[in-house]
């Protein structure tokens, strides 16, 4: 690869990542709507469906997402009564996230979506199983990195 080739927005990783990112949020968006939230309120829904009640920092670490960026995620989705806040009881330095009985009843609402998307997207199953398996090993991957220049900090 030539140093022009380098700087070619066809040969970046990074964009062909992201506007796929894009195209999958954007087929998610009608379902979506029909509930009422958006894709990283759904993305903190489904963790909680699956976990109940986390600290903001567990969530954040599932999630890949600081406490700035999630704070305003959670006001939103308290504020539907989907989800409550509350420090804990143990210590109060630490917040835990619950779900609430409208964010369990939404649950049988979104149960289908998972389905309609692959429907949507038509794409061969296998194929998205080893891209899934890809990303998460890329992920891993970039974490560690991370968590190296955070440690030599």
Known sequence: MTNNDVLKLENQLCFSIYAASRAITKIYRPFLDTLGITYPQYLVMLVLWEHNTLSLKELGNILYLDSGTLTPLLKRLEGMQLIKRERSREDERVLCVSIT?????????????????LDTMNVDIPLLVTLKKEMDELLISLKKESQVEQEEK
């Open 101 to 117: 009985e409208k964010g369990l009843e939404m649950k049988q609402q979104a149960i289908r979506i998972p389905e309609c998307i």
